[in-house]
């Protein structure tokens, strides 16, 4: 173990702690901006420490079809390479292997496919996960796991669930740095319940240093989400960091917060930026819109940062509409956007202020009342009132 | 007259001085970046300021397009509008015209052309482009001319040539605002010393606040362009403003300031860096190159920007392979790589030295080319210590 994980206040599910790793002392709730070719596309890393940014997920795929993790190694790991001084966390490459490649393949070995390079069949075991992963040199890195998307039934997903458990053991016995490096393991079980709670006994009972929940943010109807979300969370122990992978919207965020959660990542602000598209309090602000093309707001009166203390709306519109730039501020003032949600979050539970939180965030962003069933349904459990904020 | 311009210093031809703008004074010889469309590719305001940048090119043709002029008025004018607080310069819209657009053909009138919006034709007079260019806002604004290629020779040239003079005599009539926005003439004539003269001339009459060299930077031939840019420094007044337009490479803004120029403007360092090219004393140093893969020195040892200070050439490798990332810091090293020449050129001007320093760098070997040890000549500084020949 290379972490430690202390929590510094709690409302009901919710807590905010703090989480130390090797390169830096994060707080949660906290998002992980997504990484993938090792830089956040768009930002230097002088501006991602500016917005706050605590720890970026690297993609292993990626990473090791280039540069290749061995050159990483060679250069001084990835910290160093990408000259990031606080936390990384890099996954494990399934994912991507699943959901980028034709031909890909799971078998009890790992999975094979043809390398989009040249073509040729290659196999990632969890061994081979976790060489890359040692060389990259993360602080946190992730399990292989044999993850199926939750929109599929079957016996596919039974089988996908024991088998995670039965990689993460080879990822254990593989990894070179458990002094260094904090392996995490990855609840799968689809939807059921059942095989959910057989996987989180599974992985408690290999004491990692923390834990993430898989397979879901994959298409998945919300009230599903919530309840594996509830369930894990209820499960897995107090006193470790609990990841839900691939997650998300603010609102999926401030849900899961309040349910235990305790951190995320998405690609999702800085791809959303790509598409003209800003995050701000109401939802979503379309800076391509014809509506703003004399509009001299900001692109949020009430943020803070660089991209709405210099630039309107008009500018930014004008940008969208012919080059990269609008994107580029568009992608750090969304990145500004989650983590202040982040620190928000933390802060508020902190200060025992959580249920305000909430309901100033729902408020905002449902000004008539009309909060989705799902997000009420779950608020239930998570023991938040907030009936002051929803019209029904 | 909106602008101030005080010599400090000189080396026979050179000058370093102050031009002091209505929104910013500025140091010369001065680099513009472009930015073409209200911003330069790649680099927020705020790191634009890092690195010392003094003045913009906004491009009018671009920006006449979209967002239009009346919007960028409407909001307040072109710094408000990409929150640039020091100086601007627009050009005239004619060069793009002509040089992006099928089917532009030009007049005494102006500069009919077919719109790229919606096919239709369209007219770029002398007073619409000062129109615009008043609307923008811009530090310093650029007379319409009649811009020809050097690479063209005939009667073309010399009817460009009158035509430039009889349209900044529009221009000028057309300048609402001459308190607030200095009109540049520039002078045509191609590579014909005859009709530069005539040029020169002509626009000096005019009593201009600062004047341009134009139609170079083509295509021509290095000892052509030289030239051409000599016999304009020598004979443009000594009290104002000098900008030759679309320069350029480094070595280029090094003779020309040897020769008396101040101001430069060109897209090529952002646009190499695009390319995955980043500028060093050296030369140039291509990115995407093989070697790079594990090479864990900064683009420039001897450079102090934040690139140079924070990333490995094996990370930018990395990324110009794969990445809009690596062309913006490209972009960043590169634009603080030609700003800081300008630094270098105004600050040393006195002393003279910083000439050969620049030259032993990109030519070791002592293999400077012919062009600029001719123009070194003219320009009275003695380049013999980093020449062999």
Redesign the interface.
């Known amino acids: 173990m290379a972490l430690r994980f202390e929590v510094l206040g709690r409302f009901n599910r919710a807590r905010a702690a703090q989480l130390t790793l090797p390169h830096f002392a994060c707080q949660t709730p906290l998002f992980m901006p997504v990484g993938t070719?090792?830089?956040?596309?768009?930002l230097?890393?002088?501006q991602l420490e500016e917005i706050g940014c605590q720890i970026i997920l690297g993609n292993t795929y990626h990473l090791a079809l280039?540069?290749t993790s061995e050159?990483i190694d060679?250069?001084g790991g990835l910290h160093k390479?990408?000259?990031w001084p606080r936390a990384l966390l890099t996954d494990s490459g399934g994912f991507q292997m699943v959901s980028l490649l034709h031909l890909a393949d799971i078998t009890e070995k790992g999975v094979t496919f043809q390398s989009p390079v040249d073509g040729k069949p290659m196999l990632l075991t969890p061994e081979e996960s976790i060489q890359i992963q040692n060389r990259i040199g993360a602080d946190i890195i992730m399990a292989l796991d044999d993850v199926v998307r939750t929109t599929i039934t079957g016996p596919r997903i039974e089988e996908a669930m024991y088998r995670t458990l039965r990689w993460v053991d080879r990822c254990i016995a593989a990894h070179k740095r458990p002094h260094e490096q904090n392996l995490f393991g990855i609840v799968q079980g689809g939807l059921d319940p059942v095989l959910r709670d057989i996987c989180v006994r599974g992985l408690v009972d290999r004491n990692l240093p923390g834990y993430a929940i898989g397979g879901l943010a994959g298409g998945e109807d919300k009230d599903s989400f919530w309840r594996v979300v509830a369930q894990c969370t209820a499960a897995l122990p107090e006193d470790k960091p609990r990841y839900v992978m691939g997650v998300g919207y603010p609102l999926d965020i401030v849900v899961c917060s309040a349910l235990g959660a305790d951190m995320y990542d998405c690609v999702y602000p800085t791809r959303t930026a790509r598409f003209g598209t800003a995050l701000v309090p109401e939802g979503v602000l379309k800076l391509k819109h014809n509506a703003m093309?004399?509009d001299?707001r900001p692109i949020d009166p009430t943020c803070a940062c660089?991209v709405c203390k210099?630039?309107?709306r008009?500018?930014i519109?004008?940008?969208v509409?012919?080059?990269?730039?609008g994107s580029?501020?568009l992608s750090?003032h969304n990145l500004y956007y989650m983590l202040q949600l982040s620190r928000n979050l933390h802060s508020s539970i902190v200060e025992g202020r959580f249920p305000e939180f909430v309901c100033d965030f729902l408020q905002k962003m449902f000004p008539k009342g009309d909060v989705p069933e799902w997000v009420c349904n779950a608020m239930d459990v998570a023991g938040i009132d907030i009936s002051s904020c929803c019209s029904s």
């Open positions: 070719q090792g830089t956040i596309k768009g230097t890393t002088d280039r540069p050159l060679e250069l390479f990408m000259n093309v004399n001299t660089m210099n630039y309107t008009a500018y519109h004008c940008l509409t012919k080059d990269a730039m580029q501020l750090y």
